[in-house]
């Protein structure tokens, strides 16, 4: 083909057309390496070495004359391409070298070069500048929202943050507020029934220093009807007024108290003398029981009744002395012959106080159930141990009258109180499934108590250890414990509760 584009017939073309191709293909190249760099393509030296160089197709590194100016990467994979050594490797025809070139130039992708991601890229937007304007333009906007929502979210979890922080706090003071409620109804509680005990041991102290009057200083009794637990067997030498009391269920005399001999006892003049000033003790057998009911003065026939119907706090009251007589009120003949005061746990473990003490409850061997024991030891005035004064209560009545867990923030049917020792031994259970004589049912909070620690415990139901960090918004499956001193023998007043039923 001509140079201005017009056929050539074939028959004028000949061997010059030829070399002039191959001169085209093989130096376009060479030229295109030095245009572009400003240096020879191949290196300069000695004539062998160039020659030898140019045998191996050994070209010049593709660096621009000015090393300030850098050579694009696609104008160095045309040149290269172009270079190669072998035929194969080289552009198939001069038009695929000129395409190439033609691209570069129009700022598009070529033939023998893979542009990075970030070249086509801006080789894009460069091409599609519109398009890439409304591209960017949406990006920004996105963006933009995107940031608008992240903020107002993270407002949000702000402000829920917030709203979670103040009902937190606002939980956390509603539940210690009720936890110091409950903290004072037990105490309050606790204290009424260390009052309740001091009454009692004070009624036992005036009891216990009319004995020690009476069998000190007072003279014997001018006359005085005695009945001694043998003559209540017969209605011929039993009191008039024995009768059958249906709160003891057994027959009583509330007229008369009962004389009980040790069977070692042998009887003098001296144990009748004993005998006749501790029966003298009536008037304060009775009132004893009657200021157990009501401080108010309180007729014989009111006594009675209350005795052997309504119920007493208190179930007996007694004498015994070391020479083995034992006085009781009101009076009964229950005794056994073998029946020795001073063989008994209560009169024992009473030698070894100086002061009115609450010991633990006991099975009553005439029927009455479980009993608690106040004790004293009369004393003369040498300190010689004369024999213990005591009164004796109801330990059921003591529990549904006292022990009971009152408050006005909780519903109280379900919750469970005891009163323990030290040790951990119930003396007293209302509305529990523990028993008397029993132990503490939980180990941490008998350590507490053991440690002499009032206050709470949340108790988890499946490690059965303590919940020291609890959640306020949410209750836990838990037992609640609360407890308080009692009084000064180390009695301890336990209320315990599903955490369900006791907070908020």
Not at 140 to 154: D, H, K, T
Not at 266 to 277: K, W
Not at 472 to 495: F, H, I, K, M, R
Request: glycine content about 6%.
């Amino acid at each position: 083909m001509a140079h201005d584009g017009v056929p050539v017939p074939l028959d004028m073309l000949d061997e010059r057309s030829d070399h002039l191709f191959n001169f085209v293909r093989d130096r376009c190249p060479l030229i295109l390496f030095e245009l572009i760099t400003l240096t020879k393509a191949v290196q300069r030296g000695k004539t062998r070495d160039m020659l030898r160089r140019a045998q191996r197709g050994q070209i010049a590194p593709i660096v621009h004359y000015n090393p300030s100016i850098a050579v694009a990467p696609e104008l160095q994979a045309i040149i290269q391409k172009a270079c190669a050594f072998l035929p194969e490797d080289r552009y198939p025809s001069v038009e695929n070298l000129v395409d190439d070139i033609r691209h570069f130039m129009r700022d598009e992708p070529i033939s023998v070069y893979k542009d990075p991601p970030l070249t086509t890229i801006m080789r894009w937007v460069s091409k599609h500048r519109i398009q890439a304007f409304a591209l960017g333009v949406m990006v920004v906007f996105a963006g933009l929202g995107i940031s608008l929502y992240s903020l107002s979210r993270e407002q949000q979890v702000r402000e829920q943050n917030l709203i979670r922080e103040q009902e937190l706090q606002s939980a956390i003071q509603i539940r210690n507020k009720h936890l110091g409620q409950l903290m004072a109804d037990s105490a309050q509680q606790a204290n009424k029934m260390a009052q309740s005990l001091l009454y009692f041991e004070g009624l036992l102290r005036e009891l216990t220093a009319s004995a020690k009057t009476r069998l000190l200083f007072a003279p014997a009794p001018a006359s005085q009807v005695i009945y001694h637990h043998t003559d209540f067997a017969k209605p011929e030498t039993a009191p008039t007024d024995l009768a059958l009391a249906p709160r003891y269920d057994i027959e009583l005399s509330t007229a008369h108290p009962v004389v009980k001999l040790a069977p070692d006892v042998v009887y003098t003049s001296s144990i009748a003398q004993q005998e006749a000033l501790l029966v003298s003790l009536l008037p304060e057998f009775q009132g004893i029981f009657a200021q157990s009911v009501t401080e108010e003065t309180m007729s014989f026939e009111a006594l009675d009744e209350a005795i052997r119907k309504t119920g007493t706090p208190m179930v007996w009251t007694y004498v015994a002395l070391e020479t083995g007589i034992h006085v009781a009120y009101p009076g009964k003949g229950t005794y056994s012959d073998a029946y020795d005061p001073r063989k008994r746990p209560w009169y024992q473990d009473s030698l070894t106080h100086l002061t009115p003490t609450c010991l633990p409850p006991y099975e009553d061997s005439m029927g009455q159930g479980l009993l608690l024991p106040c004790t004293m030891i009369v004393q003369s005035q040498t300190n010689e141990v004369l024999g213990v004064a005591g009164i004796e209560l109801s330990v059921e009545q003591f529990s549904r009258d006292i022990l009971g867990f009152q408050s006005d923030i909780v519903d109280t049917k379900d919750v469970r109180s005891l009163l323990i020792a030290k040790d951990g031994e119930i003396i007293a259970s209302h509305n529990s499934q523990q028993q008397v004589g029993d132990t503490l049912g939980n180990a941490f909070v008998l350590k507490q108590i053991e440690a002499g620690r009032a206050g709470y415990s949340l108790i988890d139901d499946r490690t059965q250890k303590e919940i020291t960090q609890a959640d306020p918004l949410v209750v836990p499956t838990a037992e609640l414990y609360l407890y308080q001193p009692v009084g000064s023998d180390g009695w301890v007043y336990v209320v315990h509760g599903r955490a369900e039923d006791l907070l908020p």
